[in-house]
């Protein structure tokens, strides 16, 4: 039965808003827009509408719609599609009236904004999409953008995935240098449970079968299974017999999802969802 997708749950404005405000700065620079000063009257107003060049599903109006009225709160923006709607090529996402200049200024931060994060939730979306009918849910890792994670992870949770760890502090995961530095993999999660809050669970990366019994032996909450093969995948789901949430990690496109999720992993991670999503391509027009 296919799981019900994540709500988007919209960051705070506290988290994103001081993102979008730097890209601003880093494009007014310290003299500002002058090319919009020089030629545009102060006093000008104009109506724009935000358009979808291509199909896909929307994220990132809501910094957007923050690019705009950081440069002027007169800014009317008015969103005509909410962020996790899949639209058609030409669809219309929002209408907005204000001063010229300030449209003008913000309009390639905004967009900067709404292409990328509507291609991540576009990747995403495909990636859900094909693993429909199985337990199966697609999450994304911490390969994301410098400064750009708590939107990003926002896009994929419009695009119907679901966020793993946000960061090193609110998850233990034992990866393969870990073990090395401890150890051994016993080592490594004797250390984490005498010191970790009752409240974090405890998950291993493990590579080969002779690993995952090892883990599975120590009584872990979550196992990542890295690069196995569908065969090694199956045989894990079988060893494992809920025992610990399975993760499937490695070799994760398109071609080859449905696959892996057949097998009967509990989670799908992928990085490309984040770090290789293409930019949909959005235009504002006078």
Do not use: W
């Not at 200024?105 to 994060?117: I, K």
């Not at 034992?174 to 999660?189: E, M, P, S, T």
């Amino acid at each position: 039965m296919m799981l019900a997708l994540p709500e988007t749950r919209p960051p705070s404005p506290l988290l994103f808003e001081p993102v979008v405000r730097n890209a601003l700065l880093e494009d007014l620079g310290r003299a500002g827009d002058i090319t919009t000063d020089l030629i545009v009257p102060a006093q000008q107003r104009l109506t724009a509408r935000l358009v979808a060049r291509k199909a896909g599903t929307i994220s990132g109006m809501i910094a957007a719609e923050c690019a705009f009225r950081l440069v002027d709160p007169a800014v009317a923006f008015h969103c005509e599609v909410p962020d996790g709607t899949k639209v058609r090529e030409g669809a219309l996402l929002a209408k907005i009236d204000g001063p010229a200049r300030a449209l003008l200024t913000g309009e390639r931060v905004a967009l900067n904004f709404l292409g990328h994060l509507s291609g991540i939730a576009t990747a995403t979306r495909a990636l859900v999409d094909a693993v429909a009918g199985t337990k199966a849910r697609i999450v994304c890792t911490r390969k994301t953008t410098p400064g750009l994670r708590v939107l990003e992870k926002y896009a994929v949770r419009c695009g119907g995935g679901f966020n793993h760890r946000f960061g090193l502090d609110d998850a233990v995961l034992i990866k393969d240098n870990h073990i090395a530095a401890a150890g051994g993999l016993r080592a490594a999660v004797d250390r984490a449970r005498a010191g970790a809050s009752h409240m974090l669970r405890i998950e291993v990366e493990v590579d080969t079968l002779a690993q995952l019994e090892e883990a599975l032996a120590l009584g872990v909450d979550t196992i990542l299974l890295d690069n196995f093969s569908l065969a090694d995948l199956k045989h894990a789901v079988s060893a494992a017999d809920g025992r610990a949430t399975l993760e499937a990690s490695g070799n994760v496109t398109l071609a080859t999802v449905r696959a892996i999720a057949e097998t009967g992993v509990d989670y799908i991670s992928s990085g490309a969802i984040t770090h290789s999503a293409p930019n949909l391509d959005v235009g504002l027009d006078f």
